[in-house]
C-alpha cells in the first residue's frame, strides 16, 4: 500500500518570503502521480500543482514550484511571494498509475503573516 | 472547468434515520467518483470508489451497509448514510475523474458535506 508522509503540522511564512512544505511517500511502483491540494476555510479542496513521476523536470505554475526527487521520494512544495491567501490546509497526494485512488497525506496547515 | 457539486453542504439529522448527499459533475462525465471522509483538522479518508453501473469498491474497515453508494448515470453518484449515529458526524467530500482526461489531471472535488447527528 502506499503512504504519504507530511511530517510539518503547521507552517509559517511571513508575507512576501518563500516557504517549502515537504511530502514524502512510499511506493513501488514505477509510474505514478502526484499532487498538491490546498484547502482553504472554505475546505474546498483546490489542485495546485502536479507531477507525473516519468517527467524529471520539476513541475512550476507560476509562485509555486515542487521538488521532485524520485529515488528519495521526496515532493516538496514550495511558494514563492507567499500571499495571505496562500492561508490554508496543504495535502500532498499520491495515484498510481494504474489505479483511480488518490491517497493523501496528513496535511500541513500553513498560515501566511501580514 | 470542470466542477463538481455536492448537495447538501450541511446536514443535521436524528440519530437512526438516514440521510443522502449527492455528488454531480457538471460539465463532464464522470465513471469513477470516490467518497472521503474528513475528521476536524485531520486528513482525508477514502471510504469508496464508486463506479457507473456497478457496485461501489469500499475501503477496509468501511461499513458497506451503513454508507450505501449508488452511482446510477456517469454524472450522480450519491452516499446515503443509514441508521445514522453520532459518531458519523463528520465532513465527507466527493471527487470525480472526467472520464475523457488524462489521469494526471487529478480529480475535482466537491464542495463538502457537513453532517452533524444529533
Known amino acids: 500500500a502506499q503512504t504519504v508522509t507530511q511530517s510539518q503540522p503547521e507552517m509559517s511564512v511571513q508575507e512576501a518570503e518563500t516557504v517549502t512544505l515537504s511530502c514524502t511517500y512510499d511506493?513501488?511502483?514505477?509510474?505514478?502521480?502526484l499532487f498538491w491540494y490546498k484547502q482553504p476555510p472554505s475546505r474546498q479542496m483546490i489542485l495546485v500543482i502536479r507531477?507525473?513521476?516519468?517527467?524529471?523536470q520539476n513541475a512550476t505554475e507560476n509562485r509555486f514550484s515542487v521538488n521532485f526527487q524520485k529515488a528519495a521520494k521526496s515532493f516538496s512544495l514550495k511558494i514563492s511571494d507567499s500571499q495571505l491567501g496562500d492561508t490554508a490546509m496543504y495535502f500532498c497526494a499520491f495515484m498510481k498509475n494504474n489505479n483511480n485512488d488518490m491517497r493523501f497525506g496528513a496535511g500541513t496547515r500553513l498560515t501566511v503573516k501580514p | 472547468g470542470a466542477v463538481v457539486s455536492q448537495h447538501p453542504s450541511w446536514v443535521i439529522c436524528k440519530s437512526g434515520t438516514s440521510v443522502k448527499i449527492e455528488c454531480r459533475s457538471l460539465?463532464?462525465?464522470?465513471?469513477?467518483m470516490f467518497w472521503y471522509r474528513q475528521f476536524p483538522k485531520k486528513s482525508l479518508m477514502l471510504m469508496a470508489t464508486?463506479?457507473?453501473?456497478?457496485?461501489?469498491?469500499?475501503e477496509q474497515g468501511v461499513e458497506k451497509d451503513k454508507f450505501l453508494i449508488n452511482h446510477a448515470s456517469l454524472t450522480l453518484s450519491t452516499l446515503t448514510v443509514t441508521s445514522a449515529h453520532p459518531e458519523d458526524s463528520s465532513f465527507y467530500i466527493c471527487?470525480?475523474?472526467?472520464?475523457?482526461?488524462?489521469?494526471?489531471?487529478?480529480?475535482?472535488f466537491g464542495s463538502g458535506t457537513r453532517l452533524t447527528v444529533v
Open positions: 460539465d463532464f462525465q464522470a465513471t469513477t
Open positions: 471527487s470525480a475523474r472526467d472520464a475523457g482526461a488524462r489521469a494526471n489531471y487529478g480529480y475535482t
Open positions: 511506493t513501488s511502483e514505477n509510474n505514478y502521480y
Open positions: 464508486s463506479n457507473e453501473g456497478s457496485k461501489a469498491t469500499y
Open positions: 507531477q507525473e513521476a516519468y517527467k524529471q
